[in-house]
């Protein structure tokens, strides 16, 4: 079955959710005029992945901090509370299956950690599953919390049966192995990195798993950066200077680069996925099938919710 996807890197309005969601959806529509049936957007794309936390000073940029983190969580999106019926009506308008990456506020325990979350709704505006990061990367953990596994799962969706992984969730083996496991067709990866060995994970993972890989990040200059962001001129003070590169690339099963990289170029790139490749690539190497020894070796996936309290009452 093949499928076309855009792949979608356009900067968001960063700290401005409305603005960021108006971006999206005008971007959903282009891809569906172009004859896309799934869109997938960059990691934290709602309301822009949080590049300053790499770059404030510990200790001497704490009230920054504050003042930015405070404005995060305004416009953070809470799932619960509908913040995505925008978007899920958009997809629903286009007929297109969509990835969306965000920083997600905990509504119902918190009400005020974040996460680093992704999701993924079908053609029909419905929410089919929701995922945030296991481990946020290093001064990530200043941004968000630990998410649970009970976004680790494969959905089927009409392009195929798709997984998601976060970042440097794909560097994580079982989190990988987890979704072999679930006959997985298709794995977005969106991320931050744009390394050259970012590129070669995803080359490796689609000949790994026997699955098509889709991985972007935003391509992001200095003068992305709202006039009104806190600490501008001292976080992004130049901007010529390409914040994130972008790379968009679409992977096909056993490692050809088939759409991409797309180099710091705020726009959206166009590649064909078909599934059926993936079961001819699984003839060679399924390390979840023939390839695997399960005499041997033996993984335990906790997917289980694990709320912070359970109440019991009459």
Same mark, same amino acid.
């Given at each position: 079955?093949?499928?076309?996807?855009?792949?979608?890197q356009?900067?968001p309005?960063?700290?401005?959710?409305?603005?960021?969601?108006?971006?999206a959806?005008?971007?959903?529509?282009?891809a569906?005029e172009?004859?896309?049936?799934?869109?997938v957007?960059?990691e934290?794309?709602l309301? @822009?992945y949080?590049?300053?936390?790499?770059?404030l000073r510990?200790?001497?940029?704490?009230?920054l901090?504050?003042?930015? #983190?405070?404005r995060?969580?305004?416009?953070?999106?809470?799932?619960? @509370?509908?913040d995505?019926?925008?978007l899920?009506?958009?997809?629903?308008?286009?007929?297109?299956?969509?990835?969306?990456?965000?920083?997600?506020?905990?509504?119902?325990?918190?009400?005020?950690?974040?996460f680093?979350?992704?999701?993924?709704?079908?053609?029909?505006?419905?929410?089919?599953?929701r #995922?945030r990061?296991l481990i946020?990367?290093?001064p990530?953990r200043?941004?968000? @919390?630990?998410?649970d596994?009970?976004?680790?799962r494969?959905?089927?969706t009409?392009?195929?049966?798709i997984?998601?992984?976060?970042?440097?969730?794909?560097?994580?083996?079982?989190?990988r192995?987890a979704?072999?496991?679930?006959?997985?067709?298709?794995?977005?990866s969106?991320?931050?990195?744009?390394?050259?060995r970012?590129q070669?994970?995803m080359?490796?993972?689609?000949?790994?798993?026997g699955?098509w890989v889709?991985?972007l990040?935003t391509?992001?200059k200095?003068?992305?950066i709202?006039?009104?962001f806190?600490?501008?001129?001292?976080?992004?003070?130049?901007?010529d200077?390409?914040?994130?590169?972008?790379?968009a690339?679409?992977v096909?099963?056993?490692?050809?680069?088939?759409?991409g990289?797309l #180099?710091?170029?705020?726009?959206?790139?166009?590649?064909?996925?078909?599934?059926d490749?993936?079961?001819?690539?699984?003839?060679?190497?399924?390390?979840?099938?023939?390839?695997?020894?399960p005499?041997?070796?033996?993984? #335990?996936?906790?997917?289980?919710?694990?709320?912070?309290?359970?109440?019991?009452?009459?």
């Amino acid at each position: 079955m093949k499928s076309k996807v855009a792949i979608i890197q356009t900067p968001p309005v960063l700290l401005d959710i409305e603005a960021s969601m108006e971006n999206a959806i005008a971007a959903l529509h282009k891809a569906a005029e172009a004859g896309a049936k799934l869109a997938v957007f960059p990691e934290a794309y709602l309301p @822009g992945y949080p590049a300053w936390a790499w770059r404030l000073r510990p200790g001497s940029d704490m009230r920054l901090s504050v003042t930015i #983190h405070e404005r995060l969580s305004r416009n953070a999106v809470d799932i619960d @509370g509908g913040d995505l019926a925008p978007l899920c009506n958009a997809a629903r308008d286009t007929g297109m299956t969509v990835v969306m990456g965000m920083s997600e506020i905990d509504s119902e325990f918190s009400g005020g950690t974040l996460f680093n979350t992704v999701v993924l709704i079908g053609p029909d505006g419905t929410i089919l599953n929701r #995922h945030r990061k296991l481990i946020p990367t290093n001064p990530e953990r200043m941004v968000w @919390g630990r998410g649970d596994a009970r976004g680790l799962r494969v959905v089927d969706t009409p392009v195929g049966r798709i997984g998601m992984l976060i970042c440097w969730e794909n560097y994580m083996p079982l989190s990988r192995y987890a979704l072999y496991a679930q006959k997985m067709e298709i794995l977005v990866s969106p991320t931050w990195d744009c390394s050259d060995r970012w590129q070669a994970t995803m080359r490796h993972i689609a000949t790994e798993g026997g699955c098509w890989v889709v991985s972007l990040a935003t391509a992001l200059k200095g003068d992305d950066i709202p006039d009104d962001f806190p600490g501008r001129e001292q976080l992004f003070g130049d901007p010529d200077e390409w914040i994130c590169d972008g790379d968009a690339m679409l992977v096909a099963p056993f490692a050809a680069v088939t759409a991409g990289p797309l #180099h710091r170029s705020a726009d959206i790139l166009y590649g064909e996925i078909d599934t059926d490749r993936v079961a001819l690539a699984r003839r060679t190497l399924d390390v979840t099938g023939h390839y695997s020894r399960p005499d041997i070796f033996s993984l #335990h996936v906790d997917r289980r919710p694990m709320p912070p309290v359970e109440f019991e009452d009459d």
